[in-house]
């Protein structure tokens, strides 16, 4: 799934989770949300987390597209080290964007395996990236997202 479609996504599981949460700094809620959803994509080349931030294309280096940083292990490792290192909520709000992020990368045709190495298992569904299906999902989430604020 395209990199806009994931901050539209992160931007309106944010809103939707806003008055749940409460965030004290609603700013820092917002920014690690919306970095947490395109944070997974860090495996791949040419995505927007890599060409935001130069140094993170190594790691796609190392790993293949949705492998390790497509599982349920790596946000809750990312959470962990974030909330130790930082206020304990920093990594709460890094892990619904990430969530947000395998959620809808598991609607697409390639899925995720939540569970890799442990399972062969991939949650999939009906998008092809790229196609007018996603943008049919960007468009759906601006709208939820304009709802939400208005
Ligand atoms: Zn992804």
Request: proline fraction near 4%; include cysteine; charged fraction near 10%.
């Amino acid at each position: 799934m395209l990199g806009r479609t994931h901050l539209a996504i992160g931007l309106l599981t944010a809103l939707a989770l806003d008055s749940f949460i409460s965030p004290i700094n609603r700013i820092a809620y917002y920014l690690l949300v919306l970095i947490g959803s395109i944070l997974p994509d860090i495996d791949h080349e040419g995505s927007t987390i890599n060409n935001i931030v130069p140094l993170t294309h190594y790691a796609a280096k190392l790993v293949t597209h949705r492998g390790i940083f497509h599982t349920i292990f790596a946000p809750m490792a990312i959470a962990f080290v974030i909330s130790t290192l930082t206020q304990a909520e920093y990594g709460w709000f890094v892990l619904i964007g990430y969530l947000s992020h395998l959620a809808s990368d598991s609607c697409t045709k390639l899925g995720v395996n939540w569970l890799h190495p442990f399972s062969d298992q991939k949650l999939v569904g009906p998008i092809t990236t790229g196609t007018w299906m996603e943008t049919l999902l960007f468009w759906a989430a601006l709208f939820g997202i304009y709802v939400n604020v208005f």
